[in-house]
Structures are given as structure tokens and as C-alpha cells.
């Protein structure tokens, strides 16, 4: 079993505490680098009690909720296996997460049968992605394709990791992850897109 490190949500939730989020939102940020540092700290207790029968048990225990496929992506990211990895977060999205949603659907359609008001509706709960499952979904996403050499759809994540909310911009330019599509044409101009104030001098408004 090799050793392995977090270089994904750990390395977001570490510049938590380093860099503070983008003024224009801080209340999102926050929320959301708490839900990667809860994130990464699930994913670090899984790595350092896994086995050799990891395959075994990953291909009888199928995640459940966008959680468990969230951690388990993150380990096939430490891992290298940025395939598998991709392929998880893909399907996490697929999956129950910790929004509830309610949704009606009409049982009959035209006139009732016995006459009066049009048939009648049934409820059902079901459980959604929220707005910072759906930032880290893609943050995820966009580092497994970096990793894959896949530039367009890295930054595609990341543009809808942004407009989910998600703004650590500091994080996006540093993170180790994304490395393969920083400095990229494409990168650049999303990040000058959603970043423009960076290094914004009000006084120099004032210049002639």
C-alpha cells in the first residue's frame, strides 16, 4: 500500500486559514471551505485505515450519496487513478445529497372522472445537491480532468464551480491539482473573467 497525500480539498481547506475569501462573498466561502475541510478530513481518515483489498470492497460497496462518492474520489485522486476518479464525482452528482427538495407529480391529467376540479397530485421528498455539494462537485471535477490533460473541461468545471458560488481565487491559482491547466490561455481568461479586481488599486483611479 503506498503513501499518499491530499493534495486536493485539504489543500482548499488549509488556504482557509491562510487567505481570506473574496470580500464580494465571504458568507458563501466560508460555508463551502468548510464543507471541503470536513471533506478532506473524511477523505485522510479513509486513506490511513485502508487495506489491500481496497478494489475488493470499492467494487461491492457502490457510494450511496454524493458524500460517500465525494470521499471516495478524493481517494482514487491521492491514488493517481484520475480515471476512476473522474468517473466518481460524475456519478456523485447523480446521487442523493443533503438538500431537500419536494416534488409533485399530477395523477391524472384533464377532468376528473366523477366531475369537479382536475385530479389530484402526490408529494415526494427527494434529497438534492446543495449549492456548496454543487461547488465542490465541480472544483472536483475540474482537478481530476487538469490532471487528465483535459483543458476545456477543466476550466468548464471550474466556470460552473463559479457560478455555483464558488470564489477562493487564491486557491484556484495555487492549487497543486489544477497545475497542468494554470497559465493556460483558457485558464487565464476565466480567472481574469472572475478575478479582475485582483490587485485593484482604488487611488489609481485618481491618476492622470
Known amino acids: ?6 493534495t486536493l480539498f485539504l489543500a482548499v481547506a488549509t488556504t482557509a486559514f491562510v487567505t481570506p475569501p473574496n470580500v464580494r462573498s465571504i458568507h458563501t466561502s466560508t460555508q463551502c471551505l468548510n464543507h471541503l475541510q470536513m471533506t478532506a478530513a473524511a477523505s485522510a481518515n479513509a486513506a490511513a485505515t485502508a487495506n489491500d483489498d481496497d478494489d475488493d470492497q470499492r467494487a461491492t460497496n457502490k457510494p450511496t450519496s454524493f458524500r460517500d462518492a465525494e470521499v471516495l474520489g478524493l481517494r ?3 491514488e493517481g487513478q484520475f480515471d476512476e476518479a473522474l ?17 409533485r407529480t399530477k395523477l391524472l391529467s384533464g377532468p376528473s372522472p366523477v366531475g369537479g376540479a382536475v385530479g389530484g397530485s402526490e408529494s415526494r421528498t427527494v434529497l438534492s445537491l446543495d449549492e ?11 482537478c481530476a480532468h487538469a490532471q487528465l490533460k483535459n483543458v476545456d473541461e477543466s476550466v468548464a468545471n471550474l466556470l460552473k464551480a463559479f457560478e455555483c458560488g464558488f470564489d477562493n481565487f487564491s486557491t484556484v491559482r495555487g492549487d497543486p491539482d ?3 491547466v494554470q497559465g493556460t490561455v483558457e485558464f487565464d481568461d476565466l480567472m481574469e473573467q472572475y478575478d479582475s479586481q485582483k490587485g485593484f ?7 492622470k
Do not use: C, W
Open 1 to 6: 500500500m503506498k503513501t499518499v497525500s491530499i
Open 87 to 103: 468517473k466518481t464525482f460524475q456519478n456523485g452528482m447523480k446521487l442523493p445529497g443533503s438538500r431537500p427538495d419536494v416534488i
Open 76 to 78: 482514487f485522486m491521492q
Open 178 to 180: 489544477l497545475k497542468p
Open 132 to 142: 456548496f455539494e454543487l461547488q465542490a462537485a465541480h472544483y472536483n471535477m475540474a
Open 201 to 207: 488599486n482604488p487611488f489609481g483611479l485618481f491618476k
